[in-house]
T-cell receptor, first 118, second 115 residues
């Protein structure tokens, strides 16, 4: 099973709203990722969690706040977003070989949340 | 820093025909992994195929195969017997060996399969 689920599929929010995106995987993966993707562009990495700890933050504005409550769940809390934040937000997970070994550490993606900020 | 280049922004192919998507990359490392992902209009990024740089044998997954030329730093994807469901954006991606987790993506190739 290589399924990563994301909710909601679509989200429309105003600039003063607070909302959250949710991602879940049950593959036993220990690394989870948030990406932002604009139309016809490749995904841009935002955050990486490894063993429930934030390991990479690609200089993302503080209006995006990630959270990893457990190894299967990843949230992205949104507050005071700007219209230019409208995009497809993708979650992914991988085995995360880390320092215990090596491997392709293939990332498996969810279907994404289409976010529109008005 | 590594870079991944896909020089064909758009391509089209007739159903049942064969098409090759090109990808080149630049790195000074010897151990790394290469991937092809497809993203159909449904938006989900789907792994198509992956290649370990230390393996000389080209990876194959059903109708999808790669031509991996390590010296030339080339990693092309061949799709045989193209189907309408192959219509998608295809991204080539690179990852270093070891604990680094970032994927470096190419700019993508939009493939359209024509009936």
């Amino acid at each position: 099973d290589t399924e990563v689920t994301q909710t909601p599929k679509h989200l429309v929010m105003g600039m003063t709203n607070k909302k959250s995106l949710k991602c879940e995987q049950h593959m036993g993966h220990r690394a989870m990722y948030w990406y932002k993707q604009k139309a016809k562009k490749p995904p841009e990495l935002m955050f990486v969690y490894s063993y429930e700890k934030l390991s990479i933050n690609e200089s993302v504005p503080s209006r995006f706040s990630p959270e990893c409550p457990n190894s299967s769940l990843l949230n992205l809390h949104l507050h005071a977003l700007q219209p230019e934040d409208s995009a497809l937000y993708l979650c992914a997970s991988s085995q995360d070989w880390g320092t215990s070994g090596d491997g392709p550490d293939t990332q498996y993606f969810g279907p994404g949340t289409r976010l529109t900020v008005l | 820093a590594q870079t991944v280049t896909q020089s064909q922004p758009e391509m089209s192919v007739q159903e049942a025909e064969t098409v090759t998507l090109s990808c080149t990359y630049d790195t000074s490392e010897n151990n790394y992994y290469l991937f092809w992902y497809k993203q159909p209009p449904s938006r989900q990024m789907i792994l198509v195929i992956r290649q370990e740089a230390y393996k000389q044998q080209n990876a194959t997954e059903n109708r999808f195969s790669v031509n991996f030329q390590k010296a030339a730093k080339s990693f092309s994807l061949k799709i045989s017997d193209s189907q309408l469901g192959d219509t998608a954006m295809y991204f080539c991606a690179f990852r270093y060996s070891g604990s680094a987790r970032q994927l470096t993506f190419g700019s993508g190739t939009q493939l359209t399969v024509l009936p």
